[in-house]
């Protein structure tokens, strides 16, 4: 397993991913960045588009950043970068 690099950008129209920019997968939420809130709904987003539980998605580094690492329990990073962006 390893850590995938994400941008988040919060407070957005909806959720959704929007593809890649320089190596990084970019994710917008809804949700403001808050006490935690943009974090899990960037599990949230994450686990529903992998059809996991979200409990298996974790911000593994940055969570008070915009630049994000998260890891998929049981999956590998290049796998979850893969299915975010189909």
């Known amino acids: 397993m390893g850590d995938l690099a ?17 190596g990084v997968v970019v ?4 949700a403001p960045p808050v006490e ?3 974090n899990a709904a960037v599990c ?3 686990a529903r588009r992998l059809g996991v539980a979200a409990g298996r998605v974790q911000v593994t580094k940055g969570q008070k950043g915009r630049d994000k690492r998260i890891r ?14 189909t």
Do not use: F, N, S, Y
């Open 27 to 30: 994710i917008r939420v809804t």
């Open 36 to 38: 935690g809130k943009a």
């Open 72 to 85: 998929v329990e049981g999956m590998e990073a290049a796998a979850v970068r893969a299915a975010l962006l």
């Open 44 to 46: 949230k987003l994450v």
């Open 6 to 22: 994400i941008r988040v950008q919060p407070r957005a129209g909806r959720d959704e991913v929007v593809g890649e920019r320089e």
